[in-house]
């Protein structure tokens, strides 16, 4: 027994040496590139506005500094140990303007390609000021990085500084589990940076609250439920615990979100209201002496029925507003709001000032003179503000670099040196540092891949995405030849017009993988890859269910492709792998029973493949975003022998179409010429519903992809 137990053991650590040494072998120098649906749109600076009776059209003051994406901000008390990260000079305001002290401002931020909190001080002219205001009056700032090098390349969250202490959600912990939320909540000390776990090991929390004595902490989670695949309005519960150490936790409210506390024994939180449908804000009363449990906390309705209110936020001890959003039945725009507690009616804010754009997530100062909140700045003046086509996101492995493309459906040309994409409903290629972009084909088109034999020669899924088995889509072949410069110079390979898609091409330019709709089922077949079906067809996979998303190896020995044969119609895609003559069929990896792995992409020396899945759950709440259809989607990578699943992104967005391309790209942004931030993504389809005389109106967009992430 010893003897099995000991050859194990050496059997195992030979194996963990191979994978050791290969992992600085031939998929070193390369670059995975992706898909982040409206992230590279979303420009969000934090903005603040005063409150004041009666409201009055004042200007938007920006204060964070337009670089990267600035959201989820909270105004702290300046404790001394806050105070005492500022450099010694800070403490002499820079404007000269010794009677205004800075504004405080903790935020989460994406630049550099890694998510961080950073906690700002603020001189500005006085932001309660009603004056509109001058470029002279431009803020200047001290900033200094919270987490830096700590918890590695974790999606950071809400924030909020109590005392000497950092409460904030992170992903770093890998709970071992498919389909479960990495996001926990965590606390630094912000002198030493000794940083502890607050959620249960194993257990989610999102949307982290601290009480205004920052003894209690209030979170959204699922607690020992966990995920069922919600992607609008989660079904969390509220939780509280004791900040200092995660103790005393206790499930307050059955069924809310985003808690806000105004006291020590009072929070409010969203929820959809059971009798009207409208999501709403509610309160909750915790018993202010012995023990508290569900059945001692008193929940009362706050906010009316007629337009949907969430993400609330209070203010210590203020019984007069508490700051909500709302999207209401005649805008199209989320907005910023206060709700007057004593008279219970709202006082718009934001659709006074900047009605035509979102305003997220409100916040607000310790003595409520002044709201905060997160919208897209737009394009400035001053060029510091950038719309990216390449963003190099920080990379886990420090010999392949990653990058989010302004678009989808990313593929390498043989060399490396350019990229073909989607931006709909065109085609472009681009040369891989930004420049030389170009439309080579103007239809709706999805998916790309490049003939790895044949220079020039991009294959693409002509027609709608996510259509019926019977709607016409065609496999074509683009020539995109720099030198002949044309557009729209491509050749259709299928025929008899049923939904073809998803072309990959063997290594020596023969043959096409693709998947099918033609017999009513989605199944795999190959064809000639000059001639299309006329030049030959063969039928590689055969069933009722969808084989799709296939792509075809380095060696030719294998393709990989996502199918639903385990479950057809349900949604859960696995991902498999087969030989080009239909033997060896073998599942590559799943995300538990009811999960999605999608989008596969062999690494170029074909021992790894790049995919998307929902394994890590989602990590924020939805309702605190922009639209994502899969906001679970996440970049993971996997070795063909079924080891070392790796996890390279971690954010609440939809992160889909990887892609793995054959050289290392230099870790840095690459900037669409001349164009600022579009602020063109759309707030969430679910808010788009208005639950008018208890009946639904049809959402504006009511298409939902059929599987995988990314279109
Ligand atoms: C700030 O000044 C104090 C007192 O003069 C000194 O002890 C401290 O080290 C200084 N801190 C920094 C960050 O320079
Ligand atoms: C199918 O292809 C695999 C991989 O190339 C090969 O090992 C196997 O022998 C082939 N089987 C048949 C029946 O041709």
């Known amino acids: 027994m010893k003897a099995i137990k000991l050859l194990c053991l050496l059997l195992h650590l030979s194996l963990a040496l191979l994978y050791a040494t290969a992992d600085h072998g031939p998929t070193s120098g390369t670059s995975i590139i992706f898909a982040t649906l409206g992230r590279l749109d979303y420009a969000f600076d934090i903005f603040t506005l005063p409150i004041r009776d009666p409201p009055t059209k004042t200007k938007e003051l920006q204060i964070t500094d337009g670089k990267s994406v600035n959201f989820n901000g909270h105004f702290p008390c300046p404790s001394p140990s806050l105070l005492s990260l500022l450099p010694n000079k800070t403490l002499i305001n820079p404007?000269?303007?010794?009677?205004?002290?800075?504004?405080?401002?903790?935020?989460?931020?994406?630049?550099?390609?890694?998510?961080?909190?950073?906690?700002?001080?603020?001189?500005?002219?006085?932001?309660?000021?009603?004056?509109?205001?001058?470029?002279?009056?431009?803020?200047?700032?001290?900033?200094?990085?919270?987490?830096?090098?700590?918890?590695?390349?974790?999606?950071?969250?809400?924030?909020?500084?109590?005392?000497?202490?950092?409460?904030?959600?992170?992903?770093?912990?890998?709970?071992?589990?498919?389909?479960?939320?990495?996001?926990?909540?965590?606390?630094?000390?912000?002198?030493?940076?000794?940083?502890?776990?607050?959620?249960?090991?194993?257990?989610?929390?999102?949307?982290?609250?601290?009480?205004?004595?920052?003894?209690?902490?209030?979170?959204?989670?699922?607690?020992?439920?966990?995920?069922?695949?919600?992607?609008?309005?989660?079904?969390?519960?509220?939780?509280?615990?004791?900040?200092?150490?995660?103790?005393?936790?206790?499930?307050?409210?059955?069924?809310?979100?985003?808690?806000?506390?105004?006291?020590?024994?009072?929070?409010?939180?969203?929820?959809?209201?059971?009798?009207?449908?409208?999501?709403?804000?509610?309160?909750?009363?915790?018993?202010?002496?012995?023990?508290?449990?569900?059945?001692?906390?008193?929940?009362?309705?706050?906010?009316?029925?007629?337009?949907?209110?969430?993400?609330?936020?209070?203010?210590?001890?203020?019984?007069?507003?508490?700051?909500?959003?709302?999207?209401?039945?005649?805008?199209?725009?989320?907005?910023?709001?206060?709700?007057?507690?004593?008279?219970?009616?709202?006082?718009?804010?934001?659709?006074?000032?900047?009605?035509?754009?979102?305003?997220?997530?409100?916040?607000?100062?310790?003595?409520?003179?002044?709201?905060?909140?997160?919208?897209?700045?737009?394009?400035?003046?001053?060029?510091?503000?950038?719309?990216?086509?390449?963003?190099?996101?920080?990379?886990?492995?420090?010999?392949?670099?990653?990058?989010?493309?302004?678009?989808?459906?990313?593929?390498?040309?043989?060399?490396?040196?350019?990229?073909?994409?989607?931006?709909?409903?065109?085609?472009?290629?681009?040369?891989?540092?930004?420049?030389?972009?170009?439309?080579?084909?103007t239809g709706m088109a999805f998916s790309t891949a490049w003939n790895p034999a044949r220079r020039g020669i991009v294959y693409t899924s002509a027609g709608p995405t996510f259509a019926s088995e019977s709607t016409e889509v065609d496999i074509i072949s683009i020539t995109v030849d720099d030198d002949l410069g044309m557009i729209n110079n491509f050749k259709k390979l299928t025929i008899n017009g049923e939904n073809n898609a998803f072309p990959s091409v063997s290594p020596d330019g023969k043959w096409v993988v693709f998947r099918s709709g033609r017999s009513g089922h989605k199944n795999l077949y190959i064809m000639d890859a000059l001639e299309g079906e006329k030049g030959g067809l063969f039928r590689l996979t055969e069933g009722p269910w969808s084989d799709t998303m296939c792509n075809w190896s380095p060696d030719g020995e294998w393709i990989a492709f996502a199918s639903d044969r385990e479950n057809p119609g349900s949604g859960s895609f696995v991902l498999f792998l087969i030989h080009p003559n239909g033997t060896g069929l073998r599942k590559l990896v799943q995300s538990g029973s009811a999960g999605r792995a999608n989008h596969p992409s062999f690494s170029p020396d074909g021992n790894s493949i790049v995919f998307t899945s929902d394994y890590g759950g989602i990590s924020a709440e939805p309702i605190s975003n922009p639209h994502h259809y899969q906001p679970y989607g996440e970049i993971f990578t996997i070795k063909l022998d079924g080891s070392d699943l790796k996890r390279w992104t971690q954010n609440s967005y939809e992160d889909g179409t990887p892609a793995w391309g054959p050289t290392y790209m230099k870790p840095k942004d690459v900037e669409w010429p001349g164009e600022g931030p579009q602020c063109s993504f759309e707030d969430c389809h679910w808010l788009n519903k208005m639950p008018i005389l208890g009946d639904w109106v049809a959402p504006l967009d009511s298409t939902k992809p059929e599987c995988g992430t990314g279109a």
């Open 95 to 441: 404007t000269g303007q010794q009677n205004s002290p800075p504004l405080n401002l903790i935020y989460v931020t994406e630049r550099g390609g890694s998510s961080n909190i950073f906690y700002d001080a603020v001189y500005v002219n006085n932001p309660r000021s009603t004056r509109s205001r001058s470029a002279l009056e431009t803020p200047t700032r001290v900033q200094v990085p919270l987490l830096e090098g700590k918890s590695g390349l974790s999606m950071k969250d809400k924030p909020t500084v109590s005392g000497d202490y950092l409460i904030y959600v992170s992903t770093h912990e890998d709970p071992h589990e498919p389909r479960t939320s990495w996001a926990a909540v965590y606390s630094t000390e912000l002198t030493n940076g000794m940083t502890r776990r607050l959620s249960p090991h194993g257990i989610a929390d999102f949307s982290p609250a601290v009480s205004p004595s920052g003894v209690y902490t209030a979170v959204a989670s699922y607690g020992e439920r966990g995920w069922n695949g919600e992607v609008e309005e989660l079904s969390t519960d509220i939780y509280i615990f004791v900040t200092r150490d995660g103790t005393n936790r206790v499930k307050v409210v059955e069924h809310g979100g985003w808690p806000s506390w105004v006291d020590e024994s009072t929070l409010y939180f969203h929820r959809r209201s059971e009798e009207d449908n409208w999501i709403s804000i509610y309160k909750a009363i915790l018993p202010s002496q012995g023990p508290i449990s569900i059945e001692s906390v008193i929940v009362e309705r706050v906010t009316p029925p007629g337009l949907h209110a969430f993400t609330p936020a209070a203010s210590p001890g203020n019984n007069k507003f508490i700051a909500v959003t709302t999207r209401r039945p005649n805008s199209d725009y989320r907005h910023v709001e206060l709700f007057d507690l004593v008279n219970n009616e709202f006082i718009e804010l934001t659709r006074l000032v900047s009605p035509q754009t979102h305003h997220l997530n409100p916040f607000i100062s310790p003595d409520s003179t002044l709201v905060g909140y997160h919208r897209c700045r737009g394009a400035t003046e001053d060029k510091k503000s950038a719309h990216l086509l390449l963003e190099n996101v920080k990379s886990p492995a420090p010999d392949i670099s990653l990058f989010r493309i302004d678009g989808s459906f990313p593929s390498f040309s043989p060399t490396g040196d350019r990229i073909a994409y989607v931006d709909f409903p065109g085609l472009y290629v681009v040369n891989r540092d930004g420049s030389n972009r170009r439309q080579v084909f």
